[in-house]
């Protein structure tokens, strides 16, 4: 399996180099090359299978001769083993033909722990087979970076540093950052806001002497065995509901836009999906670039699900290279633009491509809060407000007939203020997280400034 880069500029590389590698040398994103299909009996066949003996079907096909399939099934083992449900993603109705998808099951209580947890291990394995040590840096918006730090903490041959926005993620996400003890974690507050981080993140890729020199590697979703984790559970709610027998839809909390295409991806793979729904919070610029065709920056506004607040969706580069055939060229120019002027129109082909596959709606703070409200009346479930955006956006995007499944990203505890404002109820943290607010916080505040940030990750390094 070989992949390339979104601007058609950069070697061509293996699971393995992609993983490790980040950002491509021309600044795009890795994919496949092709995207493997199941048959439909394989899809039928994945019925009543443990989530890990699926991910291990799922994925297969995209790891090539990376790792062997013994060592890919103890990763996925190992993987998985710390979460706090069996099912790992199970599935809660809310209503009929209404499901949600509880994904905060990890040790982080979010998605991400899906594909960091994976990572982590597969790391692991690489690093330790080349006898190499790499540096991460990750940009976060309160989820990703306390998923990258419990995956990667105490490692020997990694150093982790998590670039988050300063006073814009929740309390319970920055002191998941700021307490782990262990010497190889640093976690640092940035004057700026989520597309600051990632700004300078992709600013540290892109300066290749810098990236060389520590060994820099990415575990965003830039990252494609980040995206290429979070397809299985795609797989394994749709299959639970009758798929391949019975379409689907979903609908996406979305922000940086991997959690969505993880779901494009399932349906490339053969997954029947009736309708892919992006939802977003008051930072729409992906349902106005559906609905308008022009993708325009209009300023970050800090919300009550901070972790959507973005506006440069990464991941929508993927989105964008298919819809315009493939062609690196235009995406480097979409980008290009984008960069010097804020945005960019979408031609009508590729725009009407994008349309074909995805619907998208937007939620105001009041409806958020208001979903929290209506759900807990109506089903006793507490959701937190990025899951809110999705079940909000799902009501008015589904056919009654199609089961809608929601993906709940975060646990509520995550965002206890708006789920109590919400509810009068105020959720609790798991039990094996109970000192969190005890422990003492280890933080750095840094500017948003590309040269000191660099320096620092010099001087703190393990080298
Ligand atoms: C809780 C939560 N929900 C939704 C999202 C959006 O996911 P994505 O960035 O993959 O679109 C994020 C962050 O990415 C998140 O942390
Ligand atoms: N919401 C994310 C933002 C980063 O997204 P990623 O999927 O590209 O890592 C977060 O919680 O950090």
């Given at each position: 399996m070989r992949y390339i880069s979104t601007r058609g500029e950069a070697p061509v590389l293996g699971f393995g180099e992609a993983m490790l590698t980040g950002l491509a040398r021309d600044g795009g994103l890795y994919v496949p090359e092709t995207i493997p299909t199941l048959l439909v009996d394989e899809i039928r066949a994945l019925?009543?299978?443990s989530y890990e003996e699926t991910a291990f079907r799922v994925m297969r096909p995209f790891v090539?001769?990376?790792?062997?399939d013994d060592e890919f099934r103890t990763a996925i083992a190992k993987a998985y083993q710390g979460f706090g449900h069996t099912a790992r993603a199970p599935l809660v109705q809310l209503a009929p033909n209404h499901f949600l998808l509880e994904l905060f099951h990890g040790p982080t209580l979010a998605f991400k722990d899906f594909a960091m947890q994976l990572i982590g291990q597969l790391f692991q394995i690489a690093l330790k087979r080349e006898g190499r040590r790499v540096t991460i840096v990750g940009a976060t918006s309160g989820d990703t970076g306390s998923a990258a730090i419990e995956a990667f903490r105490g490692l020997d041959n990694v150093d982790v540093f998590i670039l988050f926005p300063e006073g814009r993620v929740s309390e319970v996400q920055r002191r998941q950052m700021t307490t782990p003890s262990e010497a190889n974690v640093h976690a640092l507050a940035l004057k700026g806001d989520f597309d600051d981080c990632q700004a300078r993140l992709k600013d540290m890729f892109n300066h290749f002497e810098f990236r060389d020199a520590v060994g820099l590697a990415g575990v965003n979703s830039i990252n494609w065995a980040r995206v290429l984790a979070q397809v299985v559970y795609y797989f394994t709610s749709a299959v639970s509901l009758g798929a391949p027998d019975r379409t689907v839809s979903f609908t996406v909390p979305t922000g940086n836009f991997g959690d969505i295409f993880a779901g494009y991806i399932a349906k490339r793979m053969g997954?029947?999906?009736d309708n892919l729904v992006i939802a977003t919070n008051q930072n729409d610029i992906l349902h106005r670039c559906l609905t308008r065709g022009r993708y325009q920056m209009d300023g970050v506004k800090p919300s009550i699900s901070p972790s959507m607040d973005i506006q440069i969706s990464s991941n929508f580069e993927r989105a964008l290279f298919d819809a315009y055939g493939r062609d690196g060229k235009a995406v480097s120019a979409l980008m290009a633009e984008m960069k010097e002027t804020g945005g960019f129109t979408v031609s009508q082909g590729a725009i009407q491509a994008l349309r074909d596959l995805f619907a998208s709606g937007r939620v105001s703070e009041e409806e958020t809060l208001a979903t929290i409200t209506a759900m807990h009346k109506a089903t006793g479930e507490l959701l937190c407000p990025h899951t809110a955006v999705g079940v909000a956006v799902a009501d008015v995007n589904r056919d009654r007939n199609v089961p809608m499944i929601t993906l709940a990203t975060a646990h509520p505890a995550k965002f206890p203020d708006a789920v109590e404002k919400a509810t009068g109820q105020r959720p609790g943290l798991p039990e094996r997280m109970g000192d969190l607010f005890s422990r003492p916080e280890r933080v750095t505040s840094v500017p948003n400034d590309l040269a000191a940030l660099e320096a620092l990750v010099h001087e703190r390094r393990k080298a």
């Open positions: 019925g009543g299978l090539g001769d990376a790792f062997s997954l029947p999906i």
